[in-house]
């Protein structure tokens, strides 16, 4: 058994979660092959897993019980969660024509109908409840209406049930980014409705929640020397604008770079302010960001052409191999 808090962290970035999947199933092997038990998850060796947008769907999915006589260990694999972005990403990212017209290309409307992204979550899913979770979590989402953060917590889903939610509304709110899909309008299971969008609006690098969560909600409250955090990207690709341009930019032009510049730049200090809580703390290879420039891969959210889907397999792959050191150091903390 581990001596650390152990916390293991997800970015949102829509399709391009197949990046991570795709690091956590290589984390997965090793981890199999270091303790010598095939049947180990990544469930087992994280106290707390959080993730925003396409992270919270992971998270959902590493976490999510088996059925029947099976509900205390995992359901899937970390290589199942692969395949969910390899076998359903081009049906949930499917512009029909009529959507298309109807939605001026996003314009006037969500881009993307959530019909296909619901039925996904509902065979994964079906009736399981956030408390039903094998492990705590952190998975975030924004309040609309009462203007404020949400944040969706197994260990508290268990204590209350103002607090507890379907899985698949949890899923498919974190998931919920403006423009691309509908706000989601789920209830908790007090009847208490909520509605909700993306958590990427305000975190789409949830570490630094929950480092605090694990501070604040833990029994023993964990110091920064004893807690261990793999933090995971999505892939970037920082796109310059050139002051000529941006000038004279109104509110259209700016739409598109102003989400792009807030979502890189609020991740990039949430790994600024970890490393240097770990640092000061003398313990910086206790914190481990596994990001990088994308190169084979379109970085849009949305595109999940079979073209753009091995693509993102591929970076996956080469990412793992660019971290394999220090992500070797790193995982004789977690057993």
Not at 166 to 185: G, I, M, Q, W
Not at 211 to 225: L, W
Request: some cysteine; aromatic content about 10%.
């Amino acid at each position: 058994m581990s001596k650390f808090t152990r916390i293991l962290s997800i970015d949102g970035g829509g399709i391009r979660g197949l990046i991570p999947a795709k690091v956590l199933a290589a984390v997965e092997q090793k981890l199999q092959e270091k303790t010598g038990n095939k049947n180990a998850h990544i469930a087992d060796f994280f106290d707390l897993i959080s993730g925003t947008s396409t992270g919270g769907l992971l998270t959902c999915i590493y976490l999510c019980p088996g059925l029947n006589g099976s509900r205390d260990r995992p359901r899937f694999s970390a290589e199942e969660a692969v395949r969910l972005y390899m076998e359903r990403g081009d049906r949930i990212f499917d512009l029909s024509l009529w959507q298309r017209i109807r939605s001026a290309g996003g314009l006037r409307d969500e881009k993307y109908s959530a019909d296909a992204f619901e039925e996904t979550l509902e065979d994964y899913f079906g009736d399981l409840r956030l408390s039903d979770l094998l492990k705590p979590c952190l998975i975030t989402a924004y309040d609309i209406k009462r203007r404020c953060t949400v944040f969706f917590t197994q260990h508290d889903a268990k204590r209350m049930e103002t607090r507890d939610f379907f899985l698949k509304d949890v899923a498919r709110a974190t998931s919920a980014a403006p423009t691309y899909f509908e706000a989601a309008k789920i209830k908790s299971l007090a009847d208490v409705p909520y509605p909700l969008i993306d958590g990427g609006v305000f975190a789409n690098n949830p570490a630094i929640c929950a480092y605090i969560e694990v501070r604040r909600k833990f029994k023993k409250r964990p110091i920064i020397k004893k807690i261990a955090m793999l933090s995971l990207g999505t892939g970037f690709i920082k796109k310059p604008y050139s002051y000529k341009s941006a000038k004279n930019w109104g509110a259209v032009e700016w739409s598109k770079p102003l989400m792009d510049i807030m979502m890189s730049g609020v991740s990039e200090t949430v790994d600024y302010q970890l490393y240097q809580l770990f640092d000061v703390a003398g313990k910086p290879d206790q914190y481990l960001r596994i990001n990088s420039e994308l190169i084979f891969a379109n970085p849009d959210m949305d595109d999940a052409s079979g073209e753009n889907l091995h693509a993102l397999e591929q970076e996956g792959t080469r990412i793992v191999a660019e971290f394999n050191d220090r992500l070797d150091r790193f995982l004789r903390l977690l057993i």
